[in-house]
């Protein structure tokens, strides 16, 4: 009984924070505690699944994948602009995407 009341203060927690903090951040699809997106993301076609979210949320969308959350970009003269700022060049490093990029010796972008 103890443990139940706990994750349920615990998922009641989560909610009103990520209710608080959603309004900070760009539209986008709601994630699972601690894994996010990820298991919505179809590992075959991913690129069919971020045009679905562009469809649905416009040309700048947010979504947590794992614990990292990521702000996408779909319009090309709009990605123009933001890397042309300063402010872009400091990324973390997104530990989702080694197996793709080849870890931190080959940093880039991720087109899909």
């Known amino acids: ?63 947590w994948m794992g614990q990292v959350y990521a702000v996408v970009l779909t319009d090309p003269g709009l990605i123009r602009t933001i890397l042309a700022k300063e402010e872009a060049s400091g990324r973390a490093p997104l530990f989702v995407t080694h197996g793709i990029m080849g870890g931190h010796d080959r940093p880039g972008l991720i087109a899909i």
């Open 1 to 63: 009984m103890l443990i139940s009341v706990a994750v349920l203060l615990f998922l009641l927690g989560w909610f009103i924070i990520s209710l608080y903090t959603r309004y900070r951040k760009p539209p986008g699809p709601y994630g699972l505690p601690f894994i996010g997106y990820l298991p919505f993301i179809d590992p075959r076609k991913p690129y069919e699944t971020f045009a679905q979210l562009a469809k649905r949320y416009g040309h700048i969308y947010g979504l």
